[in-house]
């Protein structure tokens, strides 16, 4: 079961000229002078926001995750500079890394919150009552004047930490003869003060401008979110025998209390509307297999229902044309089942036009033919002037009659 209290500080999208308008009212706020934008939309509202490396203990073997690709693949990172850029295209393709993509293009985190979602969730309010639904989409955003080139300092001390093991006791002392050692720290550096600022930093997280060496990144507008998060376990007054560990959190402090909310039924029509702003997967992913599959999903819009094949028969018998009435007949009784709700007759006509544009084998006992037809009755009952909570409520009642 999962909790609605992040709507407290939300705020819902239903278009993208809406989404737009109130991004414009963020960054006209005073706080927001001279600020840099970051986003990250999220296609289930109750997720946590975590870098793949926190999840499943894989922070554990971070060290080897880093080491094994370049000792096994060696011909496939020969250019690359230094080890936050091994870390990008590691993330590029897939490999866990600490690396959190964000983008600065809001437009960008918009279609990613609106990925669809065929499966509902249990949600609890404040006042104890529970919804079943899909999850919402959302959107949030940071607000920074700092942020870091992939060669600063800082961002290489970290990406060179998350090459180390730390699994067993590692103090600071030999973090930073390591640190020495690959020209990162100076012994002029080594009083206890500068360590322990150095210990500050550490638990910080950082926005990172790539290099941008893949078009994906330089399409979506790529930023990353670089945590370092590592815990130091003080030993005494000596701070250089503080025991230093990789963790794991949820990142969701380091985006502002605000988010954008998108609710599953509006997800669709916002992915269609951000289309026209040439927001789609084609233009976000240039590698090929998203290019077709793109080009699956437009030519897919104009499918129409395909009957199953049958071999010929011959004798076209009593029971075949029986069979062609019986057909007749429940097309008849689900627009009787329609025309009692008291609609016109256009309206009628569209909904049962619905239900034959899905008369596929077994439509009733299918979850995503019943969430689509579902969805397509809403939209027209919204076409024609009903709430949200009134068209919702009818599709659901409409389409539970029919199947009964």
Not at 136 to 146: A, C, L, N, P, Q
Request: charged letters at 30%.
């Amino acid at each position: 079961m999962h909790s609605t209290d992040y709507l407290d500080d939300a705020i819902e999208v239903s278009s993208v000229d809406d989404f737009i308008k109130q991004i414009n009212l963020i960054y006209q706020e005073e706080e927001s002078i001279e600020k840099r934008f970051y986003f990250r939309g999220q296609s289930v509202d109750y997720w946590d926001i975590r870098p793949s490396v926190f999840r499943n203990n894989l922070i554990s073997v971070e060290h080897s995750l880093m080491a094994e690709p370049i000792r096994k693949l060696p011909k496939e990172f020969r250019g690359l500079g230094d080890t936050f850029e091994v870390m990008e295209k590691y993330q590029h393709y897939g490999l866990s890394t600490r690396l959190l993509d964000v983008t600065s293009n809001p437009l960008v985190a918009l279609y990613f919150a609106c990925e669809p979602n065929d499966y509902e969730e249990v949600y609890k309010s404040k006042d104890s009552t529970e919804e079943k639904r899909n999850p919402h989409g959302i959107v949030y955003f940071k607000r920074t004047d700092s942020v870091y080139r992939y060669d600063d300092l800082i961002i290489r001390i970290i990406a060179y930490l998350s090459e180390q093991n730390l699994n067993e006791e590692i103090n600071m002392n030999k973090v930073l003869l390591r640190l020495r050692r690959e020209g990162f720290w100076t012994s002029d550096h080594s009083n206890d003060e500068n360590v322990i600022n150095l210990i500050k930093l550490l638990q910080k997280s950082y926005i990172v401008l790539p290099v941008v060496n893949n078009e994906r990144l330089s399409r979506q507008s790529g930023a990353f979110l670089l945590p370092a998060k590592f815990n130091f376990k003080n030993s005494g007054k000596d701070v250089r025998k503080a025991i230093i560990e990789k963790s794991v959190c949820n990142l969701r402090d380091e985006f502002e209390q605000t988010v954008f909310y998108i609710t599953s039924d509006n997800k669709e029509r916002i992915r269609e509307e951000l289309n026209q702003f040439n927001i789609n997967e084609a233009t976000l992913f240039p590698e090929l297999e998203y290019q077709l599959k793109h080009i699956q999903i437009e030519l897919g819009r104009n499918t129409k229902s395909v009957v199953q094949f049958e071999k010929f028969n011959e004798q076209f018998n009593t029971s075949d044309k029986n069979s062609l009435r019986d057909i007749k007949i429940r097309i008849d009784q689900i627009e009787a089942v329609i025309r009692g709700y008291g609609f016109e007759d256009d309206i009628v006509d569209e909904i049962v036009k619905v239900f034959k544009e899905n008369n596929v084998t077994d439509w009733y006992k299918r979850e995503n033919i019943q969430s689509k037809i579902r969805i397509s009755i809403r939209k027209i009952l919204l076409g024609n002037n009903y709430t949200d909570q009134d068209a919702e409520n009818m599709a659901r009642e409409m389409l539970d009659k029919v199947i009964s």
